[in-house]
């Protein structure tokens, strides 16, 4: 009789659960897996509504979620917390996906308990512990305890193997977040969107979305008085849309910059995956700092100028999908208005090829933990 292996997927924050969506629901239909999802809520309103969209319910949902809660205080209660859900399933492998909170304790915790863990998106790194904070250090503990590393790419398996993790240990599987990118984009577009979109005109639309702890405070002045200049320098041609983060040091700082400024300016609350996705697909051009949207908007043909000091994602700029920017305004400007006033430069860009996989991550993830039953 073929042993039934017992998963346990744990995620936390929204880009968590698109990313393990894809993963869950591949968990699910295949014979000779007992799947089970447990659910920290490290991030609770944007969790929810992805979890809706995938129709996925927590076998636990641990409900973690407590306003401005310090990092030493959340990595206190997933470990307090997880530690008897894992005593109580017994699960063979724990998967998790990426760098947060979530990741690191429970890596620790799948060896505590002497579970095997397979780390979802194993081998991003900057060299620089604190770019991005915390998330650097996060994935670096996971990949010390992963039993399996899923890298996205050969760049990351490099990273891996430079730091001695036996390649027996190492699959390239590219990355779930196109698995999970392809089923929203084909539904159709929220009401919503629609009339957004509509309400703009013939203006190119830019996407932006930056809520990092490192650009907190000046680095994040810098991007408002970028966008500032850019809605100014192109007025109804251009139409900015922020959908700002709940952080207090995102949105105080954002309203008082740019709430009121311009016409071509629109200020959103944090969108759910779906409206996001579409509203990608649309955009001319997208500024960011978040990690996701580096893979996401180069799978919709949509150039991506990263405002950070560094990624771990170089994959998107060797390719060409990707610009490095930084936090200094003149410098976003002027990489925006390269692509927006140089038809060249931006198609250069936007055919480039998204290195972040084909759309079938899901299931070679979930074959090799197939293939490692024993």
């Known amino acids: 009789m073929t042993k039934t292996i017992r998963v346990l997927s744990v995620f936390g924050t929204r880009p968590e659960a698109v990313k393990m969506a894809p993963v869950v629901q591949s968990l699910a239909q295949t014979p000779g897996i007992e799947s089970f999802v447990c659910v920290t809520a490290q991030h609770r309103e944007m969790l929810d509504q992805v979890l809706n969209l995938f129709d996925i319910v927590p076998d636990v949902d641990l409900d973690l979620m407590q306003p401005d809660q310090s990092l030493a205080q959340i990595t206190a209660a997933i470990f307090t917390h997880l530690d008897p859900v894992l005593k109580d399933l017994k699960p063979d492998w724990i998967l998790a996906q990426g760098d947060t909170t979530t990741v690191v304790a429970t890596a620790l915790l799948a060896y505590y308990n002497r579970i095997k863990f397979g780390h979802v998106e194993a081998g991003l790194r ?135 400024l311009s016409a071509n300016i629109t200020l959103l609350a944090p969108l759910d995956y779906l409206p996001m996705v579409h509203l990608m697909k649309h955009a001319s051009l997208v500024l960011t700092d978040s990690g996701g949207l580096q893979e996401e908007a180069p799978g919709l043909g949509v150039p991506v100028l990263v405002m950070r000091a560094a990624t771990e994602r170089p994959e998107g700029i060797a390719a060409g999908t990707v610009k490095l920017v930084g936090t200094d305004s003149a410098r976003i400007v002027a990489a925006a208005r390269e692509l927006l006033d140089n038809p060249s430069a931006y198609e250069k860009m936007a055919r480039s090829v998204n290195p972040y996989g084909d759309g079938h991550a899901s299931e070679k993830i979930v074959q090799a933990l197939l293939d490692n039953k024993n």
């Open 126 to 260: 900057t060299g620089d512990k604190f770019q991005p904070f915390p998330e650097e250090i996060n994935r670096r503990v996971a990949g010390v305890v992963a039993d399996l590393h899923f890298a996205p790419t050969e760049w990351s398996k490099q990273n891996l193997l430079k730091e001695n993790i036996p390649a027996a240990q190492i699959r390239v599987t590219g990355n779930p977040v196109i698995d999970a990118l392809k089923q929203v984009a084909n539904k159709p577009t929220p009401p919503e969107i629609t009339r957004l979109l509509e309400s703009f005109g013939n203006a190119r639309l830019i996407l932006v979305t930056a809520h990092r702890r490192e650009n907190f405070g000046q680095p994040l002045e810098n991007i408002c008085a970028a966008l500032k200049t850019l809605a100014e320098t192109y007025g109804d041609r251009l139409h900015i849309v922020y959908p700002v983060h709940l952080n207090p040091n995102v949105q105080n700082l954002v309203y008082s910059r740019i709430g009121k």
